[in-house]
RNA sequence: GGCCCGUUAGCUCAAUAGGUAGAGCAGCGGACUCUUAAUCCGCGGGUUGAAGGUUCGAGUCCUUCACGGGUCACCA
């Protein structure tokens, strides 16, 4: 019997000799199942309103499973409580109930091993929820000690490295990612009520488009060929379309080859959908009816808080133009706005890399640096350049804007939506424009892909287009001001 | 990648000005049949992230490296 770690402490080596003893016994440690009447929530949940009375009246009988997390020795009797992810519950463990065998034999039980309790249900003298143990018996053993009870598991990377660590003694980390599993099945739950089909689409392209972003590359040993995990799934998406599903959306993966910080894990949850016949303005009104939705299903309100700010969801929201925001939120006047020279000075001022900056360009550098973070609730972000747009329709009135939009909620942007571009001819010559832009040496420019022109060649439908990041989604729902806080396993380098 | 901060017992944290590395929890032994951060008595536990350097002497000062956090850059 050997652990991993190598060098093993005082306390893992006694945990180890009791092993040994449980052993010599023959006492099962690592039985192959448990009958379990319910867990420690649903205990926890269907007896907590009962009286002290009631409970002396009737025998509630209950076999619980849970990990044993704080124990009260006084001779004779022991208190201790048991914990699943979300919720913990008192044991009562008295030698005259069990035996003077059984219960000397809770000795070699340790804070930490998971353990079936049997009993009844009491309460006790101060009135807490209690099983008055009759049996207890091993499901798992622990040879580890865990950390401290009162402060729980603090280090920040050993959190997020030991993620159960971290769901064993922090009960908010428990309830972050119960909220985070909501949000997605409510918005499935939204969007089939809707009548839309939920579809995969491939994590692994030949050409990786739908975003302007870099890629992960990765090769097929059979067919010798070169792939990359996605960026985006929006070209397949459309291709749907275009073959006469009407309403479609995926939930999944999408993986970009940028660097790491509070808001941006290389591979992150993405929310597309697309609904042939409608344009962004419609999209804006579903967008609003979604969020409103979720906060009203998830936390009852409709205003959320997240860190010192109070966010509302309440229709309607703010919709301003990029232009706009730029002039409003950027101090920028309308003069120096329009002069493109001093718009690159001062984007060049903000950027690291400035070789490739466009006019465009340039003032979405300036909107990410300047304006973004002053937009606390959310606010529509409407018809930015068309030129960082190349998968969108131009607006009908400023050709040079896209008919799109960006949430911002928090400073962060959430969703990205637009009147996808169904023209094959006009998507074709931004895909070169996009090309030419490559061969200047921006690598985030999109590729030609002549698949996907060729699919827009058999005719794609007015459609609106829609992308919401699950993971900011998740950070502002749970009040988590890293999207490390809201993914179970954040990429870490290895140790 | 740049800058700043952190890394000490299983965990949470101390250690004045460079002078014998401590506490609480956890553990071990003992007392205790309504405790809940149980209490009381006693005991053990350290390559101070790694490698160099300065010094009579380094947890502490210097250099390099590793990992993490924050921030900036790039991105969603």
Do not use: C
Not at 87 to 95: A, T
């Amino acid at each position: 019997m050997k652990l991993v770690q190598k060098e093993l402490s005082d306390q893992e080596i006694i945990r180890l000799e009791k092993w040994k003893k449980l052993q010599e016994k023959g006492i099962e440690v690592f039985p192959h199942q448990a009958e379990k009447s319910h867990s420690v929530f649903e205990v926890v949940r269907d007896f907590y309103d009962l009286t002290r009375e009631e409970l002396e009246e009737k025998v509630y009988p209950v076999k619980v499973p849970g990990r044993i997390m704080a124990v009260r020795k006084m001779g004779r009797a022991t208190f201790f409580h048991i914990a699943d992810f979300r919720d913990r519950l008192q044991v009562y463990l008295r030698e005259d109930i069990v035996g003077k065998e059984n219960y000397e034999l809770f000795e070699l039980f340790d804070i930490g091993d998971v353990i079936l309790v049997e009993g009844r249900l009491f309460r006790t003298r101060t009135g807490e929820l209690t099983v008055l143990a009759e049996k207890f018996s091993f499901l798992a053993k622990s040879f580890h000690p865990l950390p401290e009870k009162w402060h729980g598991l603090q280090d920040v990377e050993l959190r997020y490295r030991k993620r159960y660590l971290d769901l064993i003694m922090n009960p908010e980390a428990g309830e972050t990612f119960l909220i985070r599993s909501q949000l997605i099945a409510k918005i499935r739950k939204f969007f089939d009520d809707r009548g839309f089909i939920e579809v995969e689409t491939p994590m692994m392209q030949v050409i990786p488009g739908g975003a302007l972003a870099r890629p992960f590359k990765t090769f097929h040993n059979a067919l010798g060929i070169d792939l990359y995990l996605r960026i985006a799934p929006e070209l397949y998406l459309k291709r749907l379309i275009v073959g006469g599903m009407e309403k479609v959306y995926e939930i999944n993966r999408n993986f970009r080859n940028e660097g790491v910080d509070s808001q941006h894990n290389p591979e992150f949850t993405m929310l597309e959908f697309y609904q042939a016949y409608i344009n962004y303005h419609q999209l804006m009104d579903l967008t609003e009816e979604l969020f409103l939705y979720l906060a009203r299903e998830i936390h009852r309100k409709e205003e959320l808080q997240y860190g010192d700010q109070s966010i509302s969801f309440k229709r309607p929201w703010k919709r301003i133009k990029f232009r706009e925001a730029i002039l409003e939120y950027g101090g920028l006047s309308p003069a120096r706005l329009d002069d493109e020279k001093a718009v690159l000075e001062m984007a060049a001022n903000l950027a690291a890399d400035s070789r490739s900056l466009t006019y465009s360009k340039a003032l979405d550098v300036i909107f990410d640096k300047l304006v973004k973070d002053k937009i606390i609730q959310p606010t529509f972000i409407i018809n930015p350049p068309k030129e960082i747009s190349p998968l969108a329709k131009s607006d009908r009135e400023n050709p040079e804007e896209a008919a799109r939009f960006e949430l911002v909620i928090a400073g962060m942007e959430l969703a990205n939506a637009f009147s996808e571009l169904t023209d094959p001819f006009e998507q074709r010559e931004r895909f070169e424009e996009q090309a030419a832009m490559r061969q200047k040496g921006d690598e985030e420019s999109h590729l030609v892909d002549l698949d996907y022109v060729e699919a827009l060649e058999y005719g794609l439908p007015p459609t609106g287009g829609e992308g919401i990041g699950i993971d900011r989604l998740t950070m502002i729902f749970t009040n988590q001001k890293s999207i490390r806080e809201v993914i179970l396993f954040p990429l870490l380098k290895p140790r």
